[in-house]
């Protein structure tokens, strides 16, 4: 993975206003305490941290230093590299608003990170601060609870600790992959929890929504791109699993866009409540336009017109995605030239490297797009910027079959052909 490593200390610039797209200088200045990391990475909050354009930053006797110039005042994400590499980390967010913002950083299990300059950090970390006063004993009560069921073997069911274990044993990705879907089958259906876990979620979701009444209300209040972000930030996390805060989001959206209607977080948030109500069956797909292998644009609609297909949203990295395009060859093999397509879209980062090697490797002889580096926010307009895939199923009027449909569910739909 290339990374720029910073090793010449920045000096100061002089303060821009960001005025539409305005270029913004900032000198970021860090002290680390109690921890032994070597480098910290310095991203956007829209950009994945698995890609490769990143920026790394040495620590050099617990002091950090960089100069940013931003595009856009947005979120920005530091990150230590030794947790990332560990699999678990706790990022340190900040907005660019300023000429310079200064950090006091601990370790990640501790609390008391310090992060000072700039008006819409302050707005930001003043939010966070009044939202935990109000609910966090509530959640601490919650996730207190949660733990305690768990440990006594009443919140998870008999079948689904069965999966989890059977999962644990699996020898190899194809086999967990399987069993994965069947535990997401579980879990649409509320078959995972046991009568006292079901009482739990109801409570949870119960605290769920005053936060997000409360916070909302906030919102409408006090507009300002702090608020901005966490808007979109729901969006990107947390409408998936509480399917009632899209109607929050959509209401709070009408006032932002106005305010913003140039700012990245606006089109963003377009693409995702689109998606939020059109990935459904019944409706029509989502058309989109990307290179194929040999860099040529193509627009999906053109690829599957006609024809029963299969939109498979995919990384060469995701071993889960992999293994579920796996069990789909022989359904192409059969089907193929009954009506029925697949059109691989592979999200990359940095280059194709990866893909091409993966390619090279699996029997996936369908037609292949590259989402490199999310340039065209496909993810976001199928409303899963943060997974890693889904299968889209569409008959030959383009209308939505079946939203990620197990393979068994694909072979019914197929057999009508």
Known sequence: ??????????????????????QQTVTL??????????????????????????????????QFKYTLAADEVEAYELVFRDEYENGAWRPILFFPDTTEISFKLYPMEATGNEVKGGS???????FRKMQDEIFKKRQQEIGDEERELKKKGLFNSAASDTIMAKIRRAGNMDERQALYEEREQMEKKGAHLTPRGIVWKERFDSVMR???????????????????????????????????????????YKQYALAYPKHKYTRLI??????????????????????DLKGKEQQLSALIKGKMALIDLWGSWC????????????????????GFTVVGIAREYGDTKELDKRLAMEKFSWTHLVELDDKNSIWSKYGIPNAAGMFVLVDKNGKILAVDPTIEELEQHLAAL
């Open 1 to 22: 993975m290339r990374l720029r490593k910073v090793t010449i200390p920045a000096l100061p610039l002089l303060f821009l206003c960001l005025c539409g797209k305005a």
């Open 29 to 62: 200045k860090g002290t680390v305490h109690d921890r032994g990391s070597k480098s910290i990475y310095l991203l956007p909050r829209t950009q994945s941290i698995r890609g490769e354009h990143k920026i790394e930053i040495p620590i050099i006797d617990h």
């Open 120 to 126: 819409i950090n302050r707005d930001f970390y003043a």
């Open 210 to 252: 005053a936060i997000f009444i409360w916070k909302y209300k906030q919102f409408e209040k006090q507009p300002n791109l702090a608020n901005y972000y966490f808007i979109y930030e729901d969006l990107e996390n947390r409408v998936k699993s509480n399917p009632q805060l899209a109607q929050f989001i959509r209401q709070a």
């Open 270 to 291: 377009q693409y995702g409540l689109a998606a939020a109500t059109q990935v459904f069956p019944g409706n029509a797909f989502v058309d989109v336009t990307a290179p």
């Open 319 to 338: 071993g889960p995605c992999i293994a579920k395009s796996r069990k789909v060859v022989p359904l192409y093999e059969k089907y193929g030239n009954k």
